[in-house]
């Protein structure tokens, strides 16, 4: 959002045009992108009549900034490749070439053809808020202050956090409210889908319809089904792509070189590069495989218009009315008898999706849905969420076209007649009541590729190797009997994905060996668990488990060998990203992870005797394993975290693509430094990128002054100390000027913690939170009187426990803090008044947990900006002072009879609070 207008500003600023000397070329690049037409084009610029496709030598005679706005073919990167041949053949050094694209396919095709040196990415987000409302504010209110205008004032902000950082949408929704002063009007604004403006719509699907039609009809239809799926739906790849294939959108190419799956996951990609898709930003430390998606509502309501007639979502509340019979794609929210009826409407349903909310369904409802599709021939995915659909197996065991069932719940009544539907290819059934454990299942599915059920029904189906064309087993108990042992994965040639249990019960290596993992090329994920009650494992065992090298998710948990597998000891995994070891609970050293050169995810935990990971030097004596390179850990790890090791003294030192490091309960009692060296190959990133510091339950830890006073604390944005009982002291501020990009310092149960250093020069610090550390509310009784000297320190939330942390330097000497929010161990007998007043031209939020013995407020006014004011449990308080003028929430509760009855209309307070929006009183009970 906002690329173009960012390309004109940067070319309409003084000193690049005094750099380039005004030779600054802007070139449209047409959406099929030709290298000789886009040549012309720049050729042109400079003379419209002999533009040639060879006239760049004339041209680009000395340093020039060209600007190719709006790049959208990614089809041929060899044309980029030809392109940039001949400005590289004809252009000086110091050229410089600004591209602009919403399709990150083409940053990709372009970034392909340069080296690593000689380009930056730059992602544009959204803007921030308050960015976001100054831009509202420009086009609302024009030449008018927006302070001469309260209550508009007050509106529009609460408009303005719905643009969620949109340029377009602030833009437009401020030209639609400009010149109109009608409070109806902006709260209309307020109430309602943005989207649905008339100005706004109309711009939105202008430009969203035109991306639409640069996709393939295969892709299009692709996004036609996600329109069945409620606004704002959490949509995961996987899933996606698995109803795509079972629904019947993906079509088997010709070539047959790509499967289908691997045809959707091309799709989703195109999708979502293309930005139809939101990639949800989440923890660095979640598994990449929870990573989910949404459409924008812009996106969702395109995708409701373009599929009329193909796909439809029903709601309970619904008649129905107006949706075609030709609909293919049918998502249902409730189940009442009128859904039922539209539902057995549709004769030509592939896609039936329902989500039952409520606890049960009657019996007449769930007898009518029953015979509204039974027997259907044209179905082929069948997904219920929710309860109550215990009574349903016999009739979906009649649909014998089904390629997907999905059950939130159901019961062992007929349910292995579920395991004969010969074209079935995804069965997940989240739980099962009423089971049969020691009843054996029998199982019938040639084309089955998913298989996911609970653990116990799992270990009753026997012969499981049988399923050849399986390709996810989510749960494989081992057993020492016929039917159920480790070598029924032998013959599973293309499994993706497997969980293997209860390892302990593999009988010996020749067992192990027979199970024959490493000849399974298709294996990307791996977790081998133990029981915990296990006996001593026999380490040949594991030492013959040995998996595919190209495995990229691999877990072992809870063995109790007293060393890990030889083949993790030497460069055998060529792909691996993700490595989780928890449970080890005998290992004390494991090997270098230097080698791991793809490795992104580590976690160490619950290994309690650990005491190192070895250096490569060590391992040479140890292992056996030679290797000249100096990294213990993987020089691109992005996430490394380790807990519940309490026996490790120190952690090797990080690699400077760390981004992620939490540390909880291991035995160090300072924290590890950066590497002093790039490794034996070249590593591009050169900065540190650490983010995010978590460090909990590290009772030796005194300080983090040689951790912090390193210049890879630069980036760091997040920082959590919770349960050190030893620290002492935050760093000083020389070391916390260095971190310019911190922006939230979590402190909790840091009982010894008596100074928070020079917190002060942390000049972009939005969040701070205290709580429980007793000697920093001791301190503070004993500090002098507050000087008036004031801080830079402008926080969007102050979150304590106690009000005499305000006392403690430099919190006693904010002035510019947003959010103020007390979570009151202590009874609090008065709000903090000085403290309030000197933050009262910026205060927006207060809020207090136990205000059991407040028993009066002060005058507030002329507190302009405070909008919302929350106290709980406020049982002393007998009334109300004057409220601040621009007060939108009003929320005090556990108040006594007295109060609450003078707060309703006609009494005492009722002209206090009369005008606040959203104002709630409630009496203690």
Known sequence: MGKTTLAQFVCQDKKVQDHFANKIIWADVSKIFDPKVLVRKISGSFNRYKASADGLDTIMTDKFLLVLDDARDDAQSERWQQFLDLIRKNAPMGGKILLTTQIRPVANAVEGQMSPDTYKCLELGGLDQENTLKLFNH????????????????????????????????????????????????????????????????????????????????????????????????????????????????????????????????????????????????????????????????????????????????????????????????????????????????????????????????????NALKNSIEGRTSLRLLKLYGNGWFCMNDTIAGLEHLRYIYLSATKESNLSKLFKLCHLEVLQILKIEKENESRSISINLPHLQKLHLPKTTVSRIAQIGSLTTLRELNGFSVKRTDGHKITELKDLRKLQKVIVLDVQNVIDHTEASDAELDKKSDLKVLSLE?????????????????????????????????????????????????????????????????????????????????????????????????????????????????????????????????????????????????????????????????????????????????????????????????????????????????????????????????????????????????????????????????????????????????????????????????????????????????????????????????????KSLPNMHEWHTLRSMLLHNTPLLQSLPLMPPNLWVLDINGCCNELHGECQSGGSEWSKICRIHNCNITPKI
Request: charged share 25%; proline share 4%.
């Open 139 to 366: 086009h609302a209110f024009g030449d008018l202050s927006p302070s001469d205008c309260f209550e508009l004032q007050l509106i529009g902000e609460q408009i303005a956090r719905k643009l969620k950082g949109c340029p377009l949408l602030a833009r437009t929704i401020g030209r639609h409210l400009q010149g109109n002063t009608d409070h109806a009007r902006w709260n209309t604004i307020l109430n309602h889908d943005i989207h649905k403006v008339d100005d706004v719509a109309t711009e939105i699907k202008k430009v969203l319809r035109l991306s639409y039609e640069s996709l393939s009809n295969e892709v299009q239809v692709c996004f036609r089904y996600c329109s069945i799926f409620p606004p704002h739906y959490k949509f995961k790849m996987e899933e996606m792509v698995e109803m795509w294939v079972s629904s019947g959108l993906i079509l088997q190419r010709e070539d047959g070189i790509n499967n289908r799956e691997d045809i959707a996951i091309q799709y989703f990609n195109t999708l979502w590069q293309k930005s139809f898709f939101s990639l949800v930003p989440r923890e660095l430390n979640v598994d990449t495989s929870e990573d989910y998606y949404v459409l924008h509502d812009g996106m969702h309501e395109l995708s409701c218009t373009v599929s009329i007639g193909e796909c439809s979502r029903l709601k309970a509340t619904d008649h129905g009315i107006g949706i075609p019979l030709t609909v293919r794609h049918l998502y249902v929210e409730g189940i009442n008898a009128e859904t039922i009826n539209v539902i057995s409407k549709f004769k030509y349903l592939r896609t039936l999706v329902i989500e039952n909310k409520e606890n049960s369904i009657q019996e007449e409802h769930a």
């Open 530 to 854: 133990w029981c915990a009650d296990q006996a001593s494992c026999d380490g040949r065992i594991l030492n013959k488990l040995v998996p595919d090298s190209n495995l990229k998710h691999f877990v072992i948990s809870g063995y109790n060998g007293t060393r890990p597998p030889l083949w993790m000891e030497s460069k055998y995994f060529s792909n691996l990203v993700y490595l989780k070891l928890d449970g080890c609970v005998e290992w004390d050293k494991l090997p270098p992870f230097g080698y791991l050169w793809t490795l992104k995810h580590l976690f160490l935990k619950n290994l309690p005797k650990l005491e190192y990971i070895a250096s490569s030097s060590y391992s040479t004596v140890v292992y056996g394993y030679k290797d000249t390179s100096p990294d213990v850990l993987p020089p691109h790890l992005i996430t490394f975290v380790v807990k519940n090791c309490l026996g490790l003294s120190e952690l090797p030192s990080l690699p400077f693509s760390l981004r992620y490091l939490d540390i909880d309960r291991v035995g160090m009692s300072s924290l590890p430094t950066m590497c002093t060296h790039m490794g034996r190959r070249r590593v591009s990133l050169v900065e540190s990128q650490l983010s995010i510091l978590n460090v909990e339950s590290c009772n030796l830890l005194v300080s983090l002054n040689g951790f912090l006073q390193e210049e890879h604390c630069r980036v760091l944005t997040v920082l959590s100390l919770v349960c050190c009982h030893m620290l002492i002291s935050l760093p000083d501020a020389s070391d916390f000027k260095r971190m310019s990009k911190l922006e939230s310092i979590r402190i909790i149960e840091c009982n010894r913690l008596s100074s928070l250093g020079g917190l002060e020069a942390l000049a972009y610090l939005k969040v701070l939170r205290i709580e429980h550390c007793a000697n920093l509310v001791t301190t503070s009784s004993r500090l002098p009187p507050a000087s008036d000297e004031s801080t830079y320190l402008k926080l969007e939330t102050l979150e304590i426990d106690d009000h005499q942390l305000l006392a403690i330097s430099p919190i006693r000497n904010l002035c510019l803090t947003k959010k103020l929010i007390i979570l009151e161990r202590e009874k609090m007998a008065e709000l903090p008044l000085e403290w309030l007043l000197q933050n009262r031209s910026h205060l927006e939020h207060i809020e207090i947990s136990n205000a059991e013995l407040l």
